[in-house]
């Protein structure tokens, strides 16, 4: 692989969540994604870079664009510096639906295939190691790569089990959607845990016995040998690099199994359920157009994104969009469609929006929070405002500081707001106290909407019950 001319190194920022790998740090520069190597990982690296298989990989835009600079400086601690291509936006496992994790997993096995078969390996087999192009996987940890040696078993199994496999297997065969157990701990369900939620008959389901019990014992064992003693056991006993594939295979075959989909929900329906007329949707994806395309390309947030009718519209005019929705089911029906077409600019997201990603990992930093990481060109917040303000009883000037927060100075808020007498205003109002919103009106929200930008854009939708506005935040 050709390298380019090594960049100045000033200004470069460590990535709070590389640090797990002493052999390799990823670094930001000035918009680039750089990553230094010891001298170790610098030999795998151009092995690596060397290889068929790899330059297979890339061309099927299944691994992350990688090329080292040259000249390595000689003020930097490394033996060798890549630089990436970068990712429109980075996503964790937890925000992404059943179908995205199953394909994640799917695609690093892939890779670990073809690793193998070509004398390679990979040194873990987290989730975290995937990325998206829209509604397309990528594997990003380059340098994860290294020489394959016989008799030892893939280094990344566990953590492969443990967020990827593991969950998929909790909602497949339990119906318990997986977000919430990757949320709570950065390194996945632990094998224990499964074995608890897996016990009397459901050890006999699909992938249990083999990956949680009998995964569980060896464990159980190698806590007890020591690391090369086991590893002189599997030697001895003949593993070898055909039985990793193998076990590849295996794994492969129970994923492709595993194809979940949840069932119906209340929001499954809403474009048809709603209370939109068809003057309605008619003025309203006419605004958003708009809207889009007077901001620019960049980057456009569609909250609430339901089945990503707005998002498509969105996409005609931005660089990509993120799509979030709070509803699982929904939003993974959202993204096998975006699969299916192969759109390459949407990346559906499954989120609260009153309980966004906070920070995690070590010191809270080593995955970003969601509002740390979604600032957008274009916010689209349609039919949300009411859902906060009244359903889930925050402030309304807490929730325009939100969505305004979202946006950087000089882009677009495109927000919605459904004036209380509107059919799904009354039915959430319904369920409070009288009195309890005094402040949700119309007046008090224009005003706070001034108070933070400029307002450019109004427009009534026939319907009479719901107002659209374009703000220009700190405008």
Same mark, same amino acid.
């Given at each position: 692989?050709?390298? $380019?001319?090594?960049?100045?190194?000033?200004?470069?920022?460590?990535?709070?969540?590389?640090? %797990?790998?002493?052999?390799?740090?990823?670094?930001? %520069?000035?918009?680039?994604?750089?990553?230094?190597?010891?001298?170790?990982?610098?030999?795998?690296?151009?092995?690596? @870079?060397?290889?068929?298989?790899?330059?297979?990989?890339?061309?099927?835009?299944?691994?992350?664009?990688?090329?080292?600079?040259?000249?390595?400086?000689?003020?930097?601690?490394?033996?060798?510096?890549?630089?990436?291509?970068?990712?429109?936006?980075?996503?964790?496992?937890?925000?992404?639906?059943?179908?995205?994790?199953?394909?994640?997993?799917?695609?690093?096995?892939?890779?670990?295939?073809?690793?193998?078969?070509?004398?390679?390996?990979?040194?873990?087999?987290?989730? *975290?190691?995937?990325?998206?192009?829209?509604?397309?996987?990528?594997?990003?940890?380059?340098?994860?790569?290294?020489?394959?040696?016989?008799?030892?078993?893939? @280094?990344?199994?566990?953590?492969?089990?443990?967020?990827?496999?593991?969950?998929?297997?909790?909602?497949?065969?339990?119906?318990?959607?997986?977000?919430?157990?990757?949320?709570?701990?950065?390194?996945?369900?632990?094998?224990?845990?499964?074995?608890?939620?897996?016990?009397?008959?459901?050890?006999?389901?699909?992938?249990?016995?083999?990956?949680?019990?009998?995964?569980?014992?060896?464990?159980?064992?190698?806590?007890?040998?020591?690391?090369?003693?086991?590893?002189?056991?599997?030697?001895?006993?003949?593993?070898?690099?055909?039985?990793?594939?193998?076990?590849?295979?295996?794994?492969?075959?129970?994923? %492709?199994?595993?194809?979940? #989909?949840?069932?119906?929900?209340?929001?499954?329906? *809403?474009?048809?359920?709603?209370? *939109?007329?068809?003057?309605?949707?008619?003025?309203?994806?006419?605004?958003?157009?708009?809207?889009?395309?007077?901001?620019?390309?960049?980057? $456009?947030?569609?909250?609430?994104?339901?089945?990503?009718?707005?998002?498509?519209?969105?996409?005609?005019?931005?660089?990509?969009?993120?799509?979030?929705?709070?509803?699982? @089911?929904?939003?993974?029906?959202?993204?096998?469609?975006?699969?299916?077409?192969?759109?390459?600019?949407?990346?559906?997201?499954?989120?609260?929006?009153?309980?966004?990603?906070?920070?995690?990992?070590?010191?809270?930093?080593?995955?970003?929070?969601?509002?740390?990481?979604?600032?957008?060109?274009?916010?689209?917040?349609?039919?949300?405002?009411?859902?906060?303000?009244?359903?889930?009883?925050?402030?309304?000037?807490?929730?325009?500081?939100?969505?305004?927060?979202?946006?950087? @100075?000089?882009?677009?808020?495109?927000?919605?707001?459904?004036?209380?007498?509107?059919?799904?205003?009354? #039915?959430?109002?319904?369920?409070?106290?009288?009195?309890?919103?005094?402040?949700?009106?119309?007046?008090?929200?224009?005003?706070?909407?001034?108070? #933070?930008?400029? $307002?450019?854009?109004?427009?009534?939708?026939?319907?009479?019950?719901?107002?659209?506005?374009?703000?220009?935040?700190?405008?």
């Amino acid at each position: 692989m050709t390298g $380019v001319a090594f960049p100045d190194t000033a200004g470069l920022r460590a990535e709070p969540g590389s640090f %797990r790998d002493p052999g390799n740090r990823v670094f930001h %520069r000035a918009g680039e994604v750089l990553r230094g190597l010891d001298e170790r990982s610098a030999r795998d690296w151009r092995a690596l @870079a060397a290889s068929d298989f790899f330059r297979d990989l890339l061309a099927a835009r299944q691994v992350c664009g990688t090329e080292e600079l040259f000249p390595t400086p000689v003020d930097v601690p490394w033996a060798a510096v890549l630089r990436h291509e970068r990712i429109p936006f980075v996503s964790h496992p937890y925000e992404w639906s059943y179908g995205m994790l199953r394909d994640a997993a799917l695609l690093h096995l892939e890779v670990l295939r073809a690793a193998l078969a070509a004398g390679f390996t990979t040194k873990d087999g987290s989730a *975290y190691n995937v990325q998206w192009r829209g509604a397309r996987p990528v594997f990003i940890d380059i340098g994860s790569f290294e020489a394959a040696r016989d008799g030892e078993p893939w @280094a990344g199994y566990r953590q492969f089990c443990q967020t990827l496999l593991y969950p998929l297997l909790v909602q497949a065969h339990l119906g318990l959607d997986f977000q919430p157990f990757l949320r709570a701990r950065i390194d996945g369900i632990e094998p224990d845990q499964m074995r608890r939620l897996f016990g009397g008959s459901r050890r006999w389901r699909a992938g249990v016995l083999t990956h949680v019990h009998l995964h569980g014992a060896m464990q159980a064992r190698t806590a007890e040998d020591s690391t090369s003693t086991v590893r002189a056991q599997l030697r001895a006993a003949g593993y070898s690099r055909e039985l990793a594939l193998a076990t590849v295979r295996g794994l492969t075959k129970l994923v %492709r199994r595993l194809d979940h #989909r949840p069932g119906e929900s209340h929001w499954s329906d *809403y474009q048809r359920t709603c209370a *939109y007329s068809v003057p309605d949707r008619q003025a309203k994806e006419h605004f958003v157009d708009r809207a889009v395309y007077a901001t620019g390309p960049g980057r $456009v947030l569609d909250l609430g994104a339901n089945d990503g009718r707005y998002a498509r519209i969105a996409a005609r005019h931005a660089d990509h969009v993120v799509a979030v929705e709070q509803d699982p @089911a929904v939003a993974d029906a959202l993204y096998r469609a975006l699969r299916d077409e192969g759109e390459a600019r949407i990346l559906p997201l499954v989120m609260d929006l009153a309980d966004p990603s906070p920070g995690g990992g070590w010191r809270g930093v080593e995955r970003a929070a969601f509002t740390d990481r979604a600032r957008a060109d274009a916010v689209l917040a349609l039919a949300v405002v009411h859902h906060l303000a009244i359903g889930r009883n925050v402030p309304l000037p807490e929730v325009v500081d939100q969505l305004v927060a979202l946006t950087v @100075a000089g882009g677009s808020l495109v927000v919605e707001f459904v004036h209380p007498e509107d059919p799904m205003a009354r #039915r959430l109002l319904a369920n409070k106290p009288d009195g309890l919103f005094p402040d949700y009106r119309r007046e008090v929200f224009e005003a706070l909407l001034a108070a #933070r930008g400029r $307002v450019v854009g109004r427009t009534e939708l026939p319907s009479g019950s719901r107002t659209l506005y374009q703000v220009v935040v700190g405008g």
